[in-house]
């Protein structure tokens, strides 16, 4: 059995194609927008008060950041706690958290210094849908503490 397109029915399916390749670029360009708008957002909101950045750089969709606070370690660790919704105070101990809350995953992760058994650095995590946060704390003086941030946004 043998079927006869009409050749301007064959005409549709080519324009098309050429439509969404025109289109792509401009589509890769609004994601590449949206992309920026997010991590703007993101890094303002988890961003330490007061800090600057001492080095940055960026690749795509992820953002790296370190920022230097002029606040003591466990300052800066319960801000971090507050904003990933942990009711945990700082002086409570060590201790591995995680939680759940609208699909959002928080999860903190205290380390010891392997010579005194203090806190030598302390992970916070959040994987939210259309992003993820990773902040690292790190002990840099009595009264600073240096952060580590990477921000990646899907």
């Not at 059995?1 to 050749?7: A, C, H, L, S, W």
């Not at 360009?29 to 997010?38: F, K, P, Q, S, T």
């Not at 992970?123 to 921000?151: G, W, Y």
Request: charged residues 20%.
């Amino acid at each position: 059995m043998r079927f006869n397109v009409p050749k301007r029915l064959l005409l549709i399916p080519s324009c098309l194609a050429i439509a969404l390749l025109a289109a792509a670029p401009a589509a890769e360009e609004a994601i590449g927008v949206r992309n920026d708008a997010l991590l703007e957002q993101v890094g303002q909101k988890w961003r330490y008060p007061g800090t600057g950045y001492s080095g940055r750089g960026r690749a795509g969709s992820i953002r790296t950041g370190v920022q230097h606070a002029e606040a003591p370690y466990h300052k800066v660790w319960q801000h971090y706690a507050d904003q990933c919704g942990f009711d945990q105070q700082f002086d409570d101990g060590l201790f591995v958290l995680g939680r759940e809350v609208d699909g959002t995953v928080y999860l903190v992760d205290d380390r010891r210094s392997q010579t005194d058994g203090k806190r030598a650095r302390t992970f916070f995590v959040c994987n939210a849908p259309n992003h993820s946060v990773k902040v690292i704390l790190e002990p840099h003086a009595d009264a600073a503490t240096q952060i580590l941030m990477t921000i990646n946004v899907r």
